[in-house]
């Protein structure tokens, strides 16, 4: 078997959260000559031994099918789809629509028009810390810890020198308040209500918790919403974007855990596994090529340490 066919068949494992381990490195060894395989009468071949420094394990099972919210181009041969959001450039134009005059199809020209120039910077705030025994959303108000902790969350934004276009934020009580008074430092930003960021059960984690085993149904419901709302705010720019944008998302904990893993094309299924505290900052960079970065994820390093919870 071939370092890249064993190498491989770790990628398989690790990109399908399979415990097997199929390439186990046991020491750095002098590299040999040679090939990958030895001729065989009659032209074919078989695998070489092992190369030194790799203990190869026989693969129990192929690497899993891959998820199903991921539409991956045929033939790509590469985990990144390019198109992940819908918006490269060709998948904009109408390849059937005819130049009027020549009657030929000004692709150059129409490719360059529908291309992003610039970089949209996402900045996903976690609500801070609120009173959980409230029975209706109304009554789950931010606690007075709960306002303290918008109130650095706003002043960190603030200190950035960033001049941000708008403020999106959760219909929820908790969400609505901590944005009110994160928008006191940032005056003259525009704010937005949403429901589609509203808290919900995105999909069924993996591996399952035992404390939190929400129906079926929830799922059902409030992963389309979540989605949606994926689908509706996390993109490249648009084409008629000039200037770089910086935008603010005041949400949710499970929001944006899975926002953070479609937006990186992780398997969404692991967003249980990512923790953010209150009033946490989680920056992601799109940039006009459709490449996704994560700056920071879930940032309350400019709060005192008592300053900092996580309900």
Wanted: net charge positive.
């Amino acid at each position: 078997m071939s370092v890249r066919r064993a190498l491989a068949l770790a990628a398989c494992g690790l990109a399908g959260g399979s415990v097997l381990l199929s390439a186990v490195v046991v020491g750095k060894q002098p590299a040999r000559s040679g090939g990958d395989s030895e001729p065989r009468p009659g032209g074919s071949s078989v695998p070489s031994a092992a190369p030194p420094g790799l203990l190869l394990l026989p693969p129990t099972a192929s690497c899993p099918p891959t998820a199903g919210w991921i539409e991956r181009p045929a033939g790509s041969g590469s985990y990144w789809d390019s198109n992940w959001d819908r918006r490269e450039p060709l998948a904009l134009i109408n390849l059937k629509k005819k130049n009027e005059e020549t009657g030929e199809e000004e692709l150059a020209s129409r490719l360059d028009h529908c291309k992003a120039k610039a970089t949209r910077h996402i900045f996903l705030i976690r609500h801070s810390q609120y009173h959980l025994d409230g029975r209706a959303d109304k009554d789950r108000t931010l606690t007075p810890l709960g306002r303290e902790q918008a109130e650095l969350t706003g002043h960190r934004l603030a200190s950035l020198g960033i001049k941000f276009d708008q403020i999106i934020h959760s219909s929820m009580t908790r969400a609505t308040e901590t944005t009110e008074i994160i928008s006191k430092h940032l005056p003259g930003v525009k704010k937005i209500s949403t429901d589609l960021l509203r808290e919900g059960a995105p999909i069924e984690p993996d591996p399952p918790v035992s404390h939190w085993k929400p129906e079926a149904v929830q799922y059902y419901e409030d992963g389309a919403r979540i989605e949606a709302a994926f689908r509706n705010f996390i993109h490249r720019a648009d084409a008629k974007q000039e200037e770089d944008s910086y935008e603010i998302f005041v949400c949710h904990a499970n929001v944006i855990r899975y926002i953070v893993c479609r937006a990186l094309q992780f398997p969404p299924e692991g967003w249980l596994r990512l923790s953010l505290n209150n009033g946490s900052i989680t920056h992601l960079v799109i940039r006009p090529n459709g490449r996704v970065a994560l700056r920071t994820l879930g940032d309350t390093g400019f709060m005192p340490p008592d300053k900092i919870t996580r309900t």
